[in-house]
C-alpha cells in the first residue's frame, strides 16, 4: 500500500527547501513543518502563510479529509436552505436547530 505525499511536502521538494528553510519562511519550526507535512493542520496564522507562500497551491482542504469536507459541505447546504425559509418567512424554526429529518440525532 503506498501512501500518498501532502502537497505541502510535495511544494517543499519542488522547490528543494528542507524542512528548516520551509518553517523559516513561514516563521516556524522545522518540527512543526513536518507535523503539517504528516497531516495535522497548521493554526491559523501559519495557515494563511502557507497559502500565501505557495501561492494557494496548498490550501486548507489539503488537510481535510474527503469525508469531512462532504460533510462540511452538507452541513452548509442544509443551513443555506433553512435560511432562505426563514427569509421568505415560511419558516420558524431555528437556523440551526437539528430535527429528526437531519438524520443527526436530536
Do not use: C, F
Not at 46 to 54: A, E, F, N, V
Amino acid at each position: 500500500m503506498s501512501k500518498t505525499i501532502h502537497p505541502l511536502k510535495q511544494w517543499r521538494l519542488g522547490r528543494r527547501l528542507s524542512r528548516a528553510e520551509a518553517a523559516k519562511l513561514v516563521g516556524s519550526t522545522r518540527y512543526s513543518w513536518l507535523r503539517w507535512e504528516n497531516g495535522q493542520m497548521p493554526g491559523p496564522r501559519h495557515l494563511d502563510q502557507i497559502i500565501i507562500l505557495t501561492g494557494g497551491v496548498v490550501t486548507a482542504n489539503d488537510w481535510i479529509s474527503d469525508e469531512a469536507a462532504s460533510a462540511i459541505a452538507g452541513n452548509a447546504e442544509r443551513l443555506t436552505r433553512e435560511l432562505s425559509t426563514v427569509l421568505s418567512g415560511s419558516g420558524t424554526r431555528h437556523i440551526g436547530a437539528r430535527t429528526k429529518q437531519d438524520n443527526v440525532p436530536v
